[in-house]
């Protein structure tokens, strides 16, 4: 793995990426930021949350909720898409709960953080491509299927209090790092909010490599 | 002036830029705008707007007043200002009464748009570099005096009601056409929200006038 020096500490060059498979910019992210992290040397941290309880801190709702601002989002997400060439359609019903999907991804990742990234990778590819409603729990297993997984199996354990305390856990975890919204992504202590961050992450890793580098 | 064909209608290239002076974002897009304007052969109609009617109708707040969102912004205007080489020095006390400003602003704005605009441009550096308090009208008159303004005119004509209501009218126009926030900007009837956004319009520009070339 590779490290980065900043400030005379080393640290694991990780981006933590936070996302909710609600939120169209984290699928947008999550499309784009492997990319980013293999140009930079660096690992992504892929971290299932949930907004509700974050919008519920801050007062904030769904985007798509908002007066004026839900008009305008609609029509940023698709211009978004289209002018970085990512495909989506926008989901009917939106937002969803994303509860079920968030769980068996964090089980998976218990065992398997590869298979876990590419459950999270095939979910938001179900519901912003194929059209899939993920908030469905049966479809959220069904998916979890279809990368070989055995559905009986996760669907026992992702019903179980431990999953479920793990979820809240992990919620609360990015809360007190001060994750409020999706994507979030935090490379050590600095934190970036949006997929239109992305490049803030690349300039900023870059610069802080240049001062590693002659300090 | 230059032109912009889009489906078959001509249009007057003009970004139509929305700001309130108490917003960093907008600031750091107030440096940035007429260069892109350039850029593209288009011209920028400079709107002075007041957040405050806004964020009633979306149930926003300022962003530096929000919790968790506050302290990430504080952090994301200072690295924003650093990662794009904009003088910036987060103002006490923020966010500010805009309202004189953006009076003395219209008033200047109704005999001469290319003064107005310098107007904007010196109030906008003024409280994000000098850290002169631009909510007090004193400050706001002086700044006009600086431009060769005769003062005690200015302080006359931003007392009447005609300039009053002229604002509030712009207010709601602005956000009868959809504003929310700051900076807003439009290409006819295509809107950005954010200094972040204004990559999306040079790209979105680009788009429009290769699709009119071919079409």
Known sequence: MAYLIKQGVTMAAVIDFYFDFSSPYAYFASTRIEALAGELGMQVNWQPILLGPMFKA???????????????????????????GISFTMPDPFPVATVAAARIMLHVGQSDTRLARAYAQRVFHAYYVDGINIGEPEAALRLAGELGLDVDAVAAATAGDAIKSRLRDSVQAAMDRGVFGAPFMFVGDEPFWGFDRLDAIRQWVRTQGAQASSG
Not at 58 to 80: E, F, N
């Open 58 to 84: 801050t007062g904030s709702a769904a985007l798509v909720d908002i007066p004026l601002k839900g008009a305008y989002s609609r029509h940023d997400m698709q211009r978004t898409a289209r002018l970085h």
